[in-house]
């Protein structure tokens, strides 16, 4: 078990490496920041200072040996922007991500639950066909759309809830609504086809007749057995909220670690976006991680060799 968590990390770091290249690499072929720094009448010889403090005079495959170096000691450059820590920016919106986040998860798995382990005790109803329509209308609809559909609704027309920001507890209504749409509806389904697949075990025929109250059989005996696609899927979509936030935080001025990478994005601020992403996809990979060393306790006939 230990070998294989040793090896899965240093893939998993690997995978850091890797974005960490490419963002380092995309973000300089989007032009000179320079030229968005410096007035108009900015001479030759003050781009080229410019560029020779900011440490853009050398070659690309230098900029990265120098940018690992720094980062592996925690530091992800200054930003050309704000004046101010790259890493230390990030880490001041990560609160409200994870808020966001955290609140759009647990709606997602909540409703995505219930609704799918009900469907699959009373297949074949109204109940059920209502279930499957939404799940699919929730998978064909983009995440965009939807957030502007409930600002203009909910929040323009009706006059219910904030159209944006971060506030009260009625803020994070909207955005999370929108984060969790999809990921609720890809997680009815599974539990739905799970269930359905467990259901007619002699287990859980045995546990009926044991007397077992009807509750206890759907969520202990079957829910606990059909949990390895369930928690698979739900490791996976709290990865992807990570990744969301930047589209549902730029539709909703939500002041979180997406809102910032793509305020960095406009104004060329490469050591903010490097940091950004990169804690981004270090969240992701982690989430990956743990979600693949949860397999051998949920399924003991699982053995990691």
């Known amino acids: 078990?230990?070998?294989?968590?040793?090896?899965?990390v240093f893939i998993g770091f690997l995978c850091v490496?890797?974005?960490?290249?490419?963002?380092?690499?995309?973000?300089?072929?989007?032009?000179?920041?320079?030229?968005?720094?410096?007035?108009?009448?900015?001479?030759?010889?003050d781009f080229a200072k410019l560029r020779a403090e900011m440490g853009l005079d050398k070659p690309i495959p230098v900029q990265y040996l120098i940018f690992i170096k720094e980062a592996a000691q925690g530091n992800f450059g200054r930003s050309f922007r704000w004046k101010r820590p790259?890493?230390?920016?990030?880490?001041?919106?990560?609160?409200?991500?994870?808020?966001?986040?955290s609140f759009a998860f647990i709606l997602a798995i909540t409703f995505g639950l219930l609704a799918g382990v009900t469907?699959?005790?009373?297949?074949?109803?109204?109940?059920?066909?209502?279930?499957?329509?939404?799940?699919?209308?929730?998978?064909?609809?983009?995440?965009?759309?939807?957030?502007?559909?409930?600002?203009?609704?909910?929040?323009?027309?009706?006059?219910?809830?904030p159209t944006s920001g971060r506030g009260s507890f009625l803020h994070l209504i909207l955005p999370g609504l929108t984060?969790?749409?999809?990921?609720?509806?890809?997680?009815?389904?599974?539990?739905?086809?799970?269930?359905?697949?467990?259901?007619?075990?002699?287990?859980?025929?045995?546990?009926?007749?044991?007397?077992?109250?009807?509750?206890?059989?759907?969520?202990?005996?079957?829910?606990?057995?059909?949990?390895?696609p369930v928690v698979t899927l739900a490791g996976i979509q709290l990865a992807n909220m990570v990744g969301h936030t930047v589209v549902v935080e730029?539709?909703?001025?939500?002041?979180?670690i997406g809102k910032l990478i793509i305020d960095a994005i406009y104004a060329r601020d490469f050591?903010?976006?490097?940091?950004?992403?990169?804690?981004?996809?270090?969240?992701?990979?982690?989430?990956?991680?743990?979600?693949?060393?949860?397999?051998g306790y949920l399924d003991p006939q699982i053995r990691y060799d």
């Open 1 to 8: 078990m230990l070998r294989y968590a040793l090896k899965r």
């Open 271 to 295: 050591a903010v976006v490097q940091a950004g992403i990169v804690l981004v996809s270090i969240v992701y990979i982690s989430l990956n991680i743990l979600v693949d060393l949860l397999y």
């Open 17 to 45: 490496l890797g974005v960490s290249l490419i963002i380092f690499v995309s973000m300089r072929l989007t032009g000179d920041p320079t030229h968005l720094l410096l007035p108009e009448d900015a001479t030759q010889e």
């Open 250 to 256: 730029t539709i909703f001025a939500w002041p979180g």
């Open 86 to 101: 790259a890493m230390g920016m990030v880490l001041e919106r990560l609160p409200a991500t994870l808020q966001l986040g």
């Open 179 to 228: 984060m969790a749409w999809h990921s609720q509806s890809a997680m009815s389904r599974l539990s739905r086809s799970a269930m359905l697949n467990v259901l007619g075990s002699d287990y859980i025929k045995m546990a009926r007749v044991k007397g077992n109250p009807e509750w206890r059989v759907l969520w202990k005996h079957g829910l606990k057995n059909a949990a390895i």
């Open 119 to 161: 469907s699959a005790k009373l297949r074949g109803s109204p109940y059920d066909l209502a279930v499957r329509v939404t799940a699919t209308m929730g998978l064909s609809v983009p995440g965009f759309w939807l957030g502007i559909m409930l600002i203009l609704v909910v929040a323009v027309q009706l006059g219910w809830l």
